[in-house]
Each structure stands twice: as C-alpha cells, then as structure tokens.
C-alpha cells in the first residue's frame, strides 16, 4: 500500500497524467480561440498527447508549442477549407429546415437529411485529419483524401469515434467545468483507438524512430 502512494506509485502517475491531460486541454481550448487556429491547436494536442503523455518523453509545454509551430500553416489552411464546406452544409441544413413548412415537405425533409450526412462525413474526416498530420509528411490534399480513406477503410473505428466526438461537445456544452478537462479526455481516448490505425500506415524505420528505438 506505501509503494502506492509513493513518488513513483500508481496514484501518483496517475494524478500526474491527468493533470498532464487536463493542461494540455487548456492549451488546446487557449489556441482554439481564434477559431482558424483549432485545426493548429488540435494537431499539436493530440501530439503531445501521444509523446508526453503515452510515451513520457519531453516536456509538455515545449512538445506542445514545437508542434504548433511546426503545422501551424498547414493544419490552418485544412481547417479553412473544411470550415467553407461546413459552413456551405449547415446553410443548405437551414435553408432545408425553412423549407419544411413552405413547399414539398418530403423533398425538403431528405435534402435535411443528405446534408446533414455529409457534414457528418467531413467532420468525421477531420477526426482523422488532425492526428494523421501529426504524424506523417503529405501534401494538404493527400491528407485530406488519406482521412476520407481511413474513415470509409476503418469503419468500425470511425463508429467507435464518432460519439466520443459528440459526448465531448455535449458534455462541453452541458457542463460549466467540462471546458476545461472534456477536450483533454477526448483526446486521450481518441489516441488509445487511433494509433492503431496510424501505425498501420507507417514504415518499420518510422516505427522505430517514433518509438525511440533510433534518434
């Protein structure tokens, strides 16, 4: 029982990992603020996740910022573009909900229901969008059809995923501190199904660098 409440006792890793998650949350919903910025932020979360955190190698607030820095252009002009196809989906969403009581219902109503599933598609893609960025070198449009891919080839995974995804916003949304620890979280869990999925897509020397194997 003494070596459980040690230094090096599994209370104590376990507080200092959650309060690892917990921070880089906060980081993740600080550079989120600027709303552009959230592709950034995301990628540079979800990185620090799997090397501080998982992997207990650096430092988080330098892991944090380096990666940052490091996607900062391209992960902003990949959330641009998903934000103009959201945003495209979500007008013809409510221009489709207006027209329920103004002509056809039943055309209107499938209408609601076609772009209400494409957007779910394009953000269930960018789930897959960020983490991939995090990990590999692509050109923006290779990265966005690799997501679209991975999202259709890894079905199980993307169902497994999508609530997570909606838990996190509604118990954003619901609860006054879930701002604070929910992005953290979300992350976390995101990471413990998602790696899998990226190291299929990785080459044995990536694998070995990536786990420390090689510098």
């Not at 998903?82 to 109503?109: C, H, K, P, W």
């Not at 979280?185 to 995101?190: D, E, P, T």
Request: glycine share 6%; proline share 3%.
């Amino acid at each position: 029982m003494g070596d459980y409440f040690s230094i090096d006792g599994g209370l104590v890793r376990f507080l200092s990992k959650a309060s690892d998650i917990c921070i880089i949350g906060i980081l993740w919903l600080i550079c989120c603020l600027p709303i552009v910025t959230f592709g950034a932020s995301t990628t540079a979360a979800y990185y620090t996740i799997i090397k501080v955190v998982k992997r207990q190698r650096g430092t988080l607030s330098r892991e944090f910022i380096q990666a940052l820095k490091k996607n900062f252009k391209d992960s902003i002009m990949i959330h641009c573009f998903y934000l103009v196809i959201e945003g495209f989906l979500v007008f013809n969403i409510y221009q489709a909900y207006q027209a329920l009581e103004t002509r056809d219902s039943a055309v209107a109503l499938n209408q609601l229901f076609i772009y209400a599933a494409f957007l779910l598609l394009v953000m269930t893609a960018g789930i897959y969008t960020y983490p991939a960025l995090s990990r590999f070198s692509m050109k923006r449009n290779e990265l966005i059809q690799f997501s679209f891919i991975a999202m259709c080839r890894h079905l199980p995974i993307t169902i497994l995923l999508i609530p997570i995804f909606l838990a996190s916003i509604g118990a954003m949304v619901l609860l006054p501190v879930g701002i604070i620890f929910m992005p953290g979280i979300c992350l976390y869990l995101y990471s413990l199904i998602m790696e899998p999925v990226l190291r299929k897509y990785m080459t044995e020397e990536m694998k070995k660098q990536w786990d420390g194997e090689e510098e």
